[in-house]
């Protein structure tokens, strides 16, 4: 098992603690306005947390800026913030002390509840070099993009950035940044299980396996998703969410797992990731899992330069 994700190492910093930048991203002449996801989908602070889900799933975000009536940002809901309400951290104490465990009355919960007040945001008269740094420092794979008002106009993310410098990506093999000790998960462990190792470690995915053989994967969404009405009802014809944070992992977990393997070049496990719309790949050699790779760690490899 491996603990919750590093901040930065010391080799990729300069000596007043900023990250130290390779040329390729100051040689990129990319702004803001160009690879800022719009129209950006907003809620209000009142808004339920079923919004949130609905939100989430029909338009496959993993985060959603909170906001006031006039758009002005105020906070940040994660598809992680979703999975601790679900039985993952400290937030499914709403459920039970406010709410008893009842299903429909936790989905009125308004956002606000769990939301993140404290979020990464930057302006449109930034450099991506400045949004880059922020992302860094702060671990974060998302910035939301404000004007002088502090009115959302746009969110950079992980994924926008990779979308865009992929092609730079220089030709390192997978097996040489991804992450080799990978924290795991086997069909017969629950929804809660899964969801309490993804807030405990930090980590929005986790790959299934039976012995030493990669079966499947479960992403936050994926157990969010189970919290949609109609299909939380298939769990739970009483409306109890204890009856859905019990179900195992093999009855929702995603079968269909795409993976790469060791020693493909960078610029291939980019350009699958951008193909299938996922955020990570699950390292294979001769059907055992060796690793992970990642769309941080892609990021990571293309934008920091080590001083060594």
């Known amino acids: 098992m491996y603990p919750k994700r590093r901040r930065i190492e010391q080799r990729f910093l300069r000596s007043n603690g900023k990250p130290n930048f390779s040329d390729r991203i100051y040689r990129s002449g990319l702004n803001l306005k160009l690879i800022s996801t719009k129209p950006v989908y907003t809620l209000s602070q009142t808004a339920p947390i079923l919004e949130a889900v609905k939100t989430i799933l029909n338009n496959g975000f993993r985060r959603l800026p909170i906001t006031m009536p006039d758009k002005t940002l105020i906070g940040f809901a994660t598809a992680t913030d979703l999975v601790n309400y679900f039985g993952g951290g400290e937030y499914f104490q709403i459920v039970v002390e406010r ?37 860094v420092m702060n671990n974060v794979g998302a910035v939301v993009v404000v004007d002088d008002e502090e009115k959302v106009e746009g969110i950079i993310t992980e994924r926008d950035i990779l979308r865009h410098m992929a092609g730079k990506l220089i030709s390192k093999s997978v097996k040489e940044i991804m992450t080799r000790d990978v924290i795991t998960a086997s069909p017969e462990n629950t929804l809660r299980e899964a969801a309490e190792t993804m807030i405990n470690v930090g980590f929005r995915r986790l790959p299934i396996v039976s012995g030493s053989k990669l079966v499947g994967i479960v992403v936050a969404t994926d157990i969010v998703k189970q919290f949609d009405i109609k299909v939380a009802l298939e769990h739970s014809p009483r409306g109890s969410i204890y009856d859905v944070i019990k179900i195992p992992l093999s009855k929702f977990m995603v079968k269909r797992v795409y993976t790469i393997h060791p020693d493909a070049e960078l610029g291939e496990a980019a350009a699958l990731m951008k193909n299938r719309n996922v955020g990570a790949l699950p390292v294979v050699e001769n059907g055992e899992l060796k690793g992970i790779i990642t769309e941080r760690d892609l990021i990571y490899d293309l934008v920091l330069e080590s001083s060594k």
């Open 99 to 135: 709410h008893n465990g009842d299903l429909y009355s936790s989905l009125n919960e308004p956002v606000e509840s769990i939301m993140n007040r404290q979020v990464v945001k930057s302006h449109l008269s930034e450099s991506l070099t400045e949004v880059l740094e922020k992302m």
